[in-house]
């Protein structure tokens, strides 16, 4: 069994900045891509970004410049820099794993609040 936890979220004004921190636990050989998601109330979860385990990173459009994500290999753990937030952005965020044990396999975190007010 293998444990995706997160941390980081919070309550920030527009403008300002958050880091959140996903770090997987368990019987893990190694992990390909690791990504966050999304999803506010009354709408589909979305992808905010994926990097692999060679770094290739891949940003939706709406977080371009603004997100940086990044990973340690060593600590099994993901990072989202969220700077310039937006209302928008408003959202639980959902970290995610593609982990390689016997079997190769998706994870899901709990998920973690975002709230940017106005």
């Known amino acids: 069994q293998v444990h995706l936890v997160e941390s980081g979220g919070g309550l920030v004004q527009a403008g300002g900045s958050l880091r959140l921190s996903c770090a997987a636990s368990?019987?893990?050989?190694?992990?390909?891509?690791m990504g966050w998601y999304r999803q506010s109330p009354g709408k589909q979860r979305e992808l905010v970004a994926t990097?692999?385990?060679?770094?290739?990173?891949n940003y939706a459009d709406s977080v371009k410049g603004r997100f940086t994500i990044s990973r340690d290999n060593a600590k099994n753990t993901v990072y989202l820099q969220m700077n310039r937030l937006k209302p928008e952005d408003t959202a639980v965020y959902y970290c995610?794993?593609?982990?390689?044990?016997?079997?190769?396999?998706?994870?899901w975190g709990q998920g973690t609040q975002v709230t940017v007010s106005s």
């Open positions: 368990g019987i893990i050989f190694s992990i390909n891509s």
């Open positions: 990097i692999t385990s060679g770094g290739r990173t």
């Open positions: 995610n794993g593609v982990v390689v044990q016997f079997t190769t396999q998706n994870y």
